[in-house]
C-alpha cells in the first residue's frame, strides 16, 4: 500500500477573531513561559510529528497571512515528510503489516522477504509524496498544506477536514478542485507497478493502493485537525485559535 502524506515547536496562543466558513485558524505566537523546565520541553509534543511519530510538515496551524509556496518550498515539504527521521518507522510499521496479510507471496519470508516489504513500503511512501507535495502542486500551482480550521463543532471540523480531499487551496488564494491529491496518488500507485512483482501488476490492484491512498490521507486529514485540540487537552499547550487569513480557504 502506499503510505500517507502525513501527515508539528510548541509556544503558541490562539488570538481569536470573527471566522468565515471554510476558513483555516489564525494562530499567533507568543513568548511561552518564562523559564519553563528543560526535562518539560523534552517530553512536549512537536508541531511536526503527531504523538511524536507520524510526520506533519504539512499542516498549517498559522495561516493568518498566507502566502504561496515557492517551488523550492514545496519540495522541501515533501522531502521533509518523506525523509524524517520517523517516516523510516513508519514505512516499517506499514512494511509490517503487508507482511502480516501476505500481500505479496513472492517476496518471500524472513528478514530478506521482510526487506522487499519494507523497500516497498517506503518507496511507496516517498513516491506518494513528492507527487501531492511537490510536482503535482508546483505544476499546478495548488498549495500542499493543511490549514486548520480550529472553529466549529466536531462534525464540522471533521466535515471540513475530509473536504480538503477534494478541494484545496491554489496559489493564487482560491479553492481548486485538490487534482494534486488525487491524480497524484494515482500516478504514484501506477509507478509501484514497476517495483512491486508482476504477478500483482493489474489494474485492480492499482486501483486499490490508490484507494487505501486517498482513504488514509483522508483520515490523516481529521487527525492534523484535532491535533493541535489534543496536545492542549492532554499537555497543556495552547490550541489552534479560530480566526481569518489574508485569502481564506473557503474563498470561492
Same mark, same amino acid.
Given at each position: ?38 526535562? #518539560? ?63 505479496? +507471496? ?30 503535482? +502542486? ?33 496559489? #493564487? ?23 512491486? +512483482?508482476?504477478? #500483482? ?52
Amino acid at each position: 500500500m502506499i503510505v500517507a502524506n502525513f501527515l508539528v515547536v510548541p509556544v503558541v496562543v490562539g488570538q481569536a477573531t470573527p471566522a468565515l466558513p471554510d476558513s483555516p485558524s489564525v494562530n499567533q505566537s507568543q513568548s511561552g513561559p518564562s523559564s519553563p523546565k528543560q526535562s #518539560d520541553r523534552q517530553h512536549e509534543p512537536s508541531k511536526n510529528h503527531i504523538f511524536w511519530i507520524i510526520p506533519n510538515y504539512r499542516s498549517d496551524e498559522n495561516p493568518a497571512d498566507i502566502k504561496p509556496l515557492r517551488p523550492r518550498e514545496k519540495m522541501k515539504v515533501a522531502i521533509d515528510d518523506s525523509f524524517d527521521p520517523s517516516a523510516f518507522l513508519v514505512a516499517g510499521v506499514f512494511a509490517g503489516l503487508s507482511r502480516v496479510q501476505n500481500q505479496y +507471496p513472492s517476496f518471500g519470508t524472513g528478514a530478506l522477504g521482510f526487506g522487499k516489504y519494507y523497500a516497498g513500503a517506503f518507496a511507496d511512501q516517498a513516491v506518494g509524496n513528492f507527487m501531492t507535495e511537490a510536482l503535482f +502542486p508546483i505544476a499546478l500551482h495548488q498549495d500542499p498544506r493543511y490549514f486548520v480550521k480550529g472553529a466549529g463543532g466536531f462534525w464540522k471540523r471533521t466535515g471540513y477536514a475530509i473536504s480538503r480531499e477534494v478541494i484545496t487551496r491554489g496559489d #493564487d488564494g482560491r479553492n481548486h478542485f485538490n487534482t494534486s491529491e488525487l491524480a497524484g496518488n494515482a500516478v504514484a500507485a501506477g509507478i509501484s507497478n514497476l517495483y512491486y +512483482p508482476a504477478a #500483482d501488476r493489474s489494474l485492480g490492484n492499482t486501483a486499490n493502493k490508490w484507494g487505501q491512498q486517498v482513504g488514509l490521507d483522508t483520515f490523516f486529514n481529521v487527525t492534523k485537525e484535532f491535533w493541535p485540540d489534543v496536545r492542549h487537552k492532554l499537555f497543556k499547550q495552547p490550541a489552534a485559535a479560530t480566526g481569518t487569513s489574508a485569502n481564506p480557504v473557503g474563498k470561492p
